[in-house]
């Protein structure tokens, strides 16, 4: 329907803020899996050859970078794809989440 109602081919992005929570503990991201938690759904139609710019370990910090950079000559670049995990209690302490960060995955 966005499509065909469109004289201008649209833009379109699904995305989630934060995976599911299946082995999530608030307190403790050793007991978290980070990777679980911080994948998303992220899913785009860009027209033309705008998705040929996508990658597939982008991240929501560079997903409107990559479109407006793309489709209206933004020119803001790409930042570094890292995702960050806090504590409930302490929402402001940011732990970097790395690819190692998948043991509390497997119960």
Not at 10 to 36: K, M, R, Y
């Amino acid at each position: 329907m966005l499509q065909t109602a469109s004289e201008t081919p649209p833009i379109i992005v699904l995305q989630a803020d934060h995976g599911p929570g299946a082995f999530l503990d608030w307190n403790s991201a050793e007991h978290t899996c980070l990777w679980e938690r911080t994948a998303i759904l992220n899913a785009y139609y860009l027209p033309g050859d705008g998705a040929e710019r996508l990658y597939a370990t982008i991240t929501p910090v560079n997903s409107f970078r990559v479109i407006l950079d793309a489709y209206f000559g933004a020119e803001l670049g790409l930042l570094e794809d890292v995702s960050y995990y806090s504590p409930w209690e302490q929402p402001y302490r940011f732990s970097p989440v790395t690819t190692l960060d998948s043991a509390a995955c497997h119960p």
